[in-house]
Structures are given as C-alpha cells and as structure tokens.
C-alpha cells in the first residue's frame, strides 16, 4: 500500500528525508535515466521528480530549466496518488490540469506520462515522468519501460542511501550525518525554531572489548544505537562520529530539552543488557545549543568539550556547554 498525501504525509515525508537527497547536486546514474526516458519515449522533456511538503524538486531533468516548481502544479504529485501510471494525453482536455500554469504557461506541458517511485517501505517519494508540449499518446510498452526505470530510480535511492550508513550500527556516516545536521541547523533557524546536539561516548568501552571480546564489542554499539534511537523522534538524528563516539542533532529543541532527552537516553542505556554476557554499559554527554550564525560543526565542538568534561567528572553523566549554559540563563 502506498504512503502518499492522502494517507500518512508526515511519515512519508519522513522516509523522503531518511534520503538526504533532496537539492543534492546532479549525479550520473539519475541523469543517464531521464536521458533513457526522453530518448525511448521521444519527448522533449522528461525527469526524476521528489515531492516535498510544498515543492516538486527535479533530481534529474531535460529540457527544463528550472530545478523546482510548486507541488500545487505538479502533475508528479497526482501519479504519486495511484498505484500505476498516470496518463494525461491532453492536458487542456483533462479538468485536473487544464488551468494549471505549468499548462497555460511554459513549458506549455500538453501530455504526460509518469510512474510513482515508491521506497521498500512504501512511501510515494515522486516519479519518473515524460512530457510533451503537443497531445500523444503512449504505447503499453512504454508504459512498462516508465515502470522498470521507476524501479531502478529507487534501486539507486537504496544504494545511495546505504553507503551513507554505518554497517555495524545503522547510524549514519560522518560526512552524512554533519552534511544533514547543516540543513536542519539551516532549516531551523528560517523558522525561528532553536536546534541543540549531543555529543556521546560509550563508557570504558575499550575495557568492554578487552574482557568481552571484540564480537560482543560490536553488540554493545549496535545495542547502543538501537537503544538510542528508540528513545528519539523520527526527526533527530543519529551518526556514528568515530569508533565509539556518536553524535545526535535535536531540531526544535532548546537546551533544557536537549538534557531532559539526554537524561532519558542516560537511563536507557544504564538499564541496557548486551546479549547473555549482561554487560554493563554507561555513556557520557556533552550537550550544547546553536548560537546565531553558528555552523553545526562549531555547535558539535562545543558539545564535544563538553563530553571530555563529562568523562573527566566520573563519566555515566551529562555536562552542558558553558556557553549553552549561561545563554540559557540569561
């Protein structure tokens, strides 16, 4: 069943975001699609669309010159509504379309065929789409050609995804973790909103592999980051920063709910039993809240002092940023 905006938006936003695809820049593998399309099917335009919550945004396109338009014109937001094809064969003809600027206006879009590109989970992230500026109409092995390049399309968005994932944890990779902390710490600060971070550390987890073995090591960090990520929303963010260092990024959250979640995520993982071994497994915290104008690798600094002055203070504890510190209090 799909997941598209008749149904759940939010969590197929969600998934959409999971991506970190969104204005990316142009990458071969999605170009070489669109050119098969506009080649096989002979029209002058062609793309891979992502539906946002208000744009369409074009990963990949020909014959288009802008790299979005408003979802409220998007055809592609129609095709991510069926569980096939779309087909408009005139869109003057068709009361769904025939006032929309995209039609009245350039590119004089006339006919349309796309197929929705729908993630393993289900969620209808865009399309694959052929458009003409003159009425046409579209063979079944067309039809099918649109399918299986709609398939490859999330072929790639599954590959692309998992080489920004840690193996061992399922947290992401560091490059992807910071690259999607900017855009939040970005987004956040268009709306007014405050974003804080954590900075954490297993615990002695050097004396865990020493006595337990390196095998129940890795059970201990996957633990940890299921643990971690069970006790966050679907909006934070968790990267795994190096051997047992993670990072998580708290969009809409000031500092005082920055520690009231670090505090819960604490006992989490105190309470944590490691397969039969029962290991016992603590974390230190450093906490910090953006400044204005901050960047998120200076806000992740800050956090980071404050994790060495956590673990300097008898570790299995959260310590705030000075900065954060004294903000908050003012």
């Known amino acids: 069943m799909l ?11 969600q998934v959409l975001r ?8 142009p990458e071969e593998t999605f170009d070489r699609l669109t050119r098969i ?11 891979v669309t992502l539906v946002d919550d208000h744009r369409q945004w074009f990963k990949s396109r020909i014959g288009l010159a802008a790299t979005e338009t408003p979802r409220s014109a998007s055809f592609c937001a129609h095709t991510m509504l069926e569980h096939g094809a779309m087909v408009v064969t005139d869109a003057t003809q068709d009361l769904r379309f ?8 350039d590119p004089h879009i006339r006919f349309y065929a796309g197929y929705p ?3 393993s989970d289900g969620a209808a992230l865009g399309a694959v789409c052929a458009i003409d500026t003159a009425p046409r ?3 079944q092995q067309e039809l099918g050609l649109l399918k299986d390049l709609a398939a490859l399309v999330n072929e790639q968005l599954e590959l692309r995804h998992l080489a920004s994932i840690d193996g061992l944890t399922g947290a992401l990779r560091r490059k992807t973790f910071f690259d999607m902390c900017e855009r939040e710490l970005l987004l956040g600060r268009r709306s007014k909103s405050a974003s804080s971070c954590l900075m954490i550390d297993a615990d002695h987890f050097k004396s865990i592999n020493d006595k337990y ?35 998580i990024f708290l969009p809409c959250t000031d500092l005082a709910g920055c520690v009231d979640v670090a505090e819960r995520l604490r006992g989490m993982v105190e309470g944590l039993a490691i397969a039969t071994a029962r290991v016992p497994v603590t974390i230190s915290m450093g906490a910090a809240e953006a400044m204005s104008g901050e ?12 994790l060495l002055n956590a673990k300097r203070s008898g570790r299995n504890r959260i310590v705030t940023d000075c900065i954060s510190t004294t903000r908050a209090a003012v």
């Open 213 to 247: 073995g390196h095998d129940v090591g890795d059970q201990v960090l996957k633990a940890l980051v299921d643990t971690l990520k069970s006790g966050l929303r679907a909006t934070d963010i968790v990267g795994r920063l190096g051997g047992e260092e993670f990072g």
């Open 18 to 25: 999971r991506y970190d695809i969104l204005d990316t820049a």
């Open 37 to 47: 399309v506009a080649a096989a099917l002979r029209v002058p335009i062609a793309a």
């Open 295 to 306: 960047d998120v690798l200076s806000v992740f600094h800050r956090a980071d002092t404050a």
């Open 137 to 139: 109409d579209i063979s």
């Open 3 to 13: 997941l598209s905006s008749d149904t759940n938006e939010d969590l197929r936003l």
């Open 98 to 105: 025939d006032s929309n600027p995209l039609v009245v206006g």
């Open 117 to 119: 590109v729908v993630s």
